[in-house]
């Protein structure tokens, strides 16, 4: 199949790297142009460590252009491109084209509801509670692929395409995919916002320093304490709307292909295994930049609506707004255009389920 992936980083080269290698046929867009200039000139994309290969791929000339020649899209880039990137997609999406966002955030499913409902079309979206593949991109041609990962959840908007959905993502990715009850389970289970608050917040000073230190390694017991502790605070949320979301010891354990245990136990294993991967070099990261605005506050506006305070998901916000003297409350750009904090938690719940209807 054709799929036209929005995005031209780690994630977008990984998973492009395992479309082709499956025998599909991905093309990549980036929305600069800057990232894809020597696959554009005819060089392969190599994929290194959890897959390994060199592949032609694809590279789109415009947003249209990714889209238009796609039997699927899929939406592969950090929360704070979100908005551009789904404003650039939405106009040429056909009716029943499906749409994939992974990893899905901040409700940007719904947000492309709003914009196909309101060119009256039908599609899709798809949404993925995490990424299929992990790792970073070393140069313009090269991923490092830390793995692929053994399960992942999904949920669609509207609900009611979930099976296609499902169907779909199994043809393309194969047999990995659980589905989870709407999307509201998808929003409580990307669980990258929590990790990298415990990671970045008690590193910050590695990362503001650039040094290379290893991230599964520095998953020391406080962290993982800290990290544990987030996690109790989802899943109450979780609870309170009724829904059922994996934990953060089974995220990892499925993810990184360890046994079940604590989450400083668990990363300690994927760095003796030499599969810990490292944290990052500079404090203008998106464990931050999109994780604290994307991630920690749509978990605070569900606490809320739910009566299950989220007081360690406030208090990063809080400390890492202070510490990097801006407010990342006003930094979510999808929130305040969908105007969700306007609803009850039933309201939510429903409009996750169905999305918009096309006007
Ligand atoms: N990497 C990983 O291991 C994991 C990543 N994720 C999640 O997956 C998603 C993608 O991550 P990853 O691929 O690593 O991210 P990258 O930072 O590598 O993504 C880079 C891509 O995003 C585009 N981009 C960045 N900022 C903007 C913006 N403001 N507007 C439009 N486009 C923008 C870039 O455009 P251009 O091409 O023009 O430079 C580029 O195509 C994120 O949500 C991340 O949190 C989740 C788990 C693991
Ligand atoms: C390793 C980590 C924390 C991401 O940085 C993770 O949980 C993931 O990739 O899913």
């Not at 991905?26 to 929305?31: A, E, R, T, V, Y």
């Not at 008690?202 to 800290?226: A, F, S």
């Not at 360890?258 to 300690?268: D, H, I, K, L």
Request: glycine fraction near 10%; hydrophobic fraction near 45%.
């Amino acid at each position: 199949m054709r799929i036209g992936i929005i995005g031209a980083g780690a994630v977008a080269y990984g998973t492009a790297a395992f479309l082709a290698q499956a025998g599909h046929d991905p093309m990549l867009w980036s929305p600069s142009g800057k990232r894809t200039v020597e696959l554009a000139a005819g060089k392969p994309l190599v994929a290194k460590s959890a897959i390994n290969g060199s592949f032609p791929v694809r590279v789109a000339t415009s947003c249209a252009d990714a889209v238009e020649q796609a039997d699927a899209v899929m939406i592969a880039l950090p929360g704070y491109g979100h908005k551009f990137a789904l404003e650039a997609a939405a106009p040429h999406v056909r009716e029943g084209q499906p749409v994939i966002i992974s990893s899905h955030t901040s409700f940007s499913a719904l947000y492309l509801s709003r914009l196909l409902a309101a060119r009256g079309i039908r599609a899709p979206v798809i949404a993925w509670g995490t990424t299929l593949t992990t790792g970073s991109q070393t140069s313009l041609t090269e991923v490092n692929v830390n793995t692929v990962r053994e399960k992942l959840d999904l949920a669609t908007v509207p609900q009611s395409a979930i099976d296609d959905g499902h169907a779909l993502c199994t043809t393309l990715f194969g047999n990995r995919f659980v589905k989870r009850d709407g999307l509201l389970a998808i929003a409580l289970s990307n669980l990258n916002p929590q990790n990298h608050l415990g990671i970045a917040l008690l590193n910050l000073t590695r990362m503001e320093r650039g040094e290379q230190w290893g991230q599964g390694e520095n998953i020391t017991p406080t962290v993982g304490r800290l990290i544990e502790a987030l996690d109790e605070e989802r899943l109450a949320i979780a609870k309170a709307f009724g829904l059922s979301v994996r934990t953060v010891r089974e995220h990892f354990s499925l993810s990184f292909h360890v046994p079940m245990a604590g989450v400083s136990e668990m990363n300690q294993e994927m760095h003796r295994q030499g599969r810990g991967g490292f944290g990052p070099k500079t404090v203008n990261s998106r464990y931050i930049l999109e994780d604290v605005p994307f991630g920690l506050l749509p978990t605070v506006l569900l606490g809320r609506l739910t009566g299950s305070p989220a007081t360690l998901h406030e208090s990063g916000i809080a400390i890492f707004s202070a510490a990097y003297g801006r407010d990342f409350t006003q930094e979510n750009d999808l929130l305040p255009a969908l105007g969700l904090e306007q609803l009850s938690a039933a309201e939510l719940q429903r409009l996750a389920r169905t999305g918009y209807p096309p006007v």
